[in-house]
């Protein structure tokens, strides 16, 4: 596609649900990243993978996250269990090839939890 | 610990003055250092890409300077507009792929 898209783009969920958020990057970039951001935060690395690889989820808060790529391309950061603390904006971003720096981002998916 | 430090308060200038954003870090040491907008609601967007062995690097109005003696990094807009109002983030290369955001800065330039 043009750009790094996500969806949905806004979800309400009650605690103690689950929420899968999609990402779908630029057609044939490599690399995939996930953030999260808070309100008046810069992001927050949580993963990355190379093709369908992850090669660190170093950035994962806890078990109850969790985010796959299974054929190199579209990539679901899955949350398991809400809880209200993990309201936030969580942003995907893509690049070209490997450790080439510049990172496109998509408009991110608004996660609210009641 | 790792740190990354932008400007805390917004900074707020006159249309046609030099904006000047300042990121200083400590705990890295990175290849590269990379300077993003983000506009509000809005996903952050690439601006310039300086590497460690760079002084300064320009693109248009837009200059960045990087220190790695003083782990420090400057942005500069010259003859700023108002469309130049947003958040900047400072990003730093760590682990050779992954970046790590500062909190940004808000600009606000008032005609």
């Known amino acids: 596609g043009a750009g790094v898209s996500q969806s949905p783009r806004y979800k309400v969920t009650k605690r103690g649900q689950d929420v899968a958020l999609r990402c779908d990057p630029i057609?044939?970039?490599?690399?995939l990243y996930w953030y999260r951001q808070a309100l008046g935060q810069g992001p927050e690395f949580l993963t990355y993978?190379?093709?369908?690889?992850?090669?660190?989820k170093s950035g994962l808060p806890n078990d109850r996250f969790s985010a796959e790529r299974p054929e190199g391309s579209i990539s679901t950061l899955t949350i398991q269990r809400t809880e209200q603390r993990d309201s936030a904006m969580y942003r995907c971003?893509?690049?070209?090839?490997?450790?080439?720096?510049?990172?496109?981002f998509g408009e991110g998916s608004r996660l609210t939890v009641l | 610990s790792q740190k990354i430090e932008q400007n805390s308060e917004a900074l707020n200038i006159q249309e046609g003055k030099t904006a000047t954003l300042t990121c200083n870090y400590t705990?890295?040491?990175?290849?590269?250092l990379q300077w993003y907008r983000q506009d509000p609601g809005r996903g952050p967007v690439f601006l310039l890409l300086?590497?460690?062995?760079?002084k300064e690097k320009r693109k248009e109005r837009l200059k960045v300077t990087f220190d790695t003696t003083l782990k420090q990094s400057l942005f500069h807009i010259t003859a700023s507009q108002p469309a130049d109002s947003a958040t900047y983030l400072c990003?730093?290369?760590?682990?050779?792929?992954?970046?790590?955001f500062g909190k940004g800065t808000s600009l606000l330039v008032t005609p």
């Open positions: 990003a730093l290369e760590t682990s050779g792929y992954a970046l790590n």
């Open positions: 971003a893509s690049t070209q090839g490997q450790n080439t720096g510049e990172l496109f």
């Open positions: 993978f190379n093709y369908e690889a992850q090669q660190d």
């Open positions: 300086i590497r460690e062995n760079e």
């Open positions: 705990n890295y040491s990175p290849a590269y």
């Open positions: 057609s044939g970039h490599v690399s």
